[in-house]
């Protein structure tokens, strides 16, 4: 399951953030310190941490450009699938800014959640496929253009 995502930069700025337990989430910047000291291509995108509470957290994070996504999931889950799924999000991320960057984030942070939440619900992963994940918001998108011309 999958108990928190963060999107941030390297600095340490989140700029998506979802946690899908009541645990509190650990602190943003020291995660990112560990992946930044993990990122060398030898090295495993996986690491086990704790939370305030004291229980145990899988970290798993992946590297693209200048964002890291790191997901928070139990430590039994399979790290490999999890791994795919945040370069699933990336990928349908990109076929919705068409090349996402931090500023589309910033700028887009409601479309962004959307986008998360129709592919994962209450920390499980639903949906994968990218034009399914993508349709509902494509006819928010026309909506709301409709509305503006008329």
Do not use: W
């Not at 409601?110 to 939440?117: K, Q």
């Amino acid at each position: 399951m999958i108990e928190f995502l963060l999107v941030c930069n390297k600095t340490g700025a989140v700029r998506l953030s979802r946690s899908y337990t009541t645990r509190p989430l650990p602190e943003p910047r020291s995660i990112l310190h560990q992946c930044l000291k993990r990122n060398h291509p030898i090295q495993c995108p996986f690491f086990m941490t704790t939370d305030s509470t004291g229980g145990e957290v899988r970290v798993i994070f992946r590297q693209y450009a200048s964002l890291f996504i790191v997901l928070g999931v139990s430590p039994g889950d399979n790290a490999m699938a999890h791994f795919a799924f945040i370069h699933n999000l990336v990928e349908t991320l990109n076929s919705y800014f068409s090349n996402v960057c931090e500023l589309d984030l910033m700028h887009n942070v409601d479309r962004a959640h959307m986008i998360l939440d129709e592919m994962v619900v209450n920390g499980f992963v639903t949906e994968s496929n990218r034009s399914r994940v993508l349709a509902p918001i494509a006819i928010l998108d026309k909506t709301l253009k409709t509305d503006k011309v008329s």
